[in-house]
T-cell receptor, first 115, second 112 residues
Framework: KQEVTQIPAALSVPEGENLVLNCSFT??????LQWFRQDPGKGLTSLLL?????REQTSGRLNASLDKSSGRSTLYIAASQPGDSATYLC??????????????FGTGTRLTIIP | SQTIHQWPATLVQPVGSPLSLECTVE??????LYWYRQAAGRGLQLLFY??????ISSEVPQNLSASRPQDRQFILSSKKLLLSDSGFYLC???????????FGEGSWLTVV
């Protein structure tokens, strides 16, 4: 059974700093990995998606990397801003055929950027 | 463009009362549909998913059920709510064989 872990559970950093969020998964046979952002009391917004054949994806100040063999992904946020404060979740997908297309989520990292 | 709507946004229900949460997707056909629950201090737990009308898989045994009466409509129900059913419920969709999953805004359920 796939298990996804995110450490730390909470992180506070001063504005302007670069930071890294970690995600690890137990079954390396994944189809893709996705990073989401969740603001308090809201739904999830997709940030970046990395296919199993890719090593990294970038969007603006965000960079996500994937090391499938070691079961790890990182989300790098450059020049953090107070608006980046949110909970960040990673999720893995095993495949595309019936039964494998669903996502397994980590418990998230609650990020607070201190002005 | 595709959109997902979920309602009601919040509700407070007494123990033993019924529940109906509704989710609809617009702008796409034959989506995969999902219901997740996010309990306080816990991650997202997949409750049900559906790849087509009448095809629903349940991930965990529970007090809830799901139905898909139309291609782009997904309903989460309960006949008698328990206190442990309280949480944040999220509907989501993805295209068949697609990569990205899209979430609704969620429904806060408090069972009292």
């Amino acid at each position: 059974k796939q298990e996804v872990t995110q450490i730390p559970a909470a992180l506070s950093v001063p504005e302007g700093e670069n930071l890294v969020l970690n995600c690890s998964f137990t079954d390396s046979a994944i189809y893709n990995l996705q990073w989401f952002r969740q603001d308090p009391g809201k739904g999830l917004t997709s940030l970046l998606l990395i296919q199993s054949s890719q090593r990294e994806q970038t969007s603006g100040r965000l960079n996500a990397s994937l090391d499938k063999s070691s079961g790890r992904s990182t989300l790098y946020i450059a020049a953090s801003q107070p608006g980046d404060s949110a909970t960040y979740l990673c999720a893995v997908r095993l495949g595309t055929n019936f039964g494998n297309e669903k996502l397994t989520f980590g418990t998230g990292t609650r990020l607070t950027i201190i002005p | 463009s595709q959109t997902i709507h979920q309602w009601p946004a919040t509700l407070v229900q007494p123990v033993g009362s019924p529940l109906s949460l509704e989710c609809t997707v617009e702008g796409t056909s034959n989506p995969n549909l999902y219901w997740y629950r996010q309990a306080a201090g816990r991650g997202l737990q997949l409750l049900f998913y559906s790849v087509g009308i009448g095809q629903i898989s349940s991930e965990v045994p529970q007090n809830l059920s799901a139905s898909r009466p139309q291609d782009r409509q997904f309903i989460l129900s309960s006949k008698k709510l328990l206190l442990s059913d309280s949480g944040f419920y999220l509907c989501a969709w993805s295209t068949t064989g697609g990569h990205t999953i899209y979430f609704g805004e969620g429904s806060w359920l408090t069972v009292v």
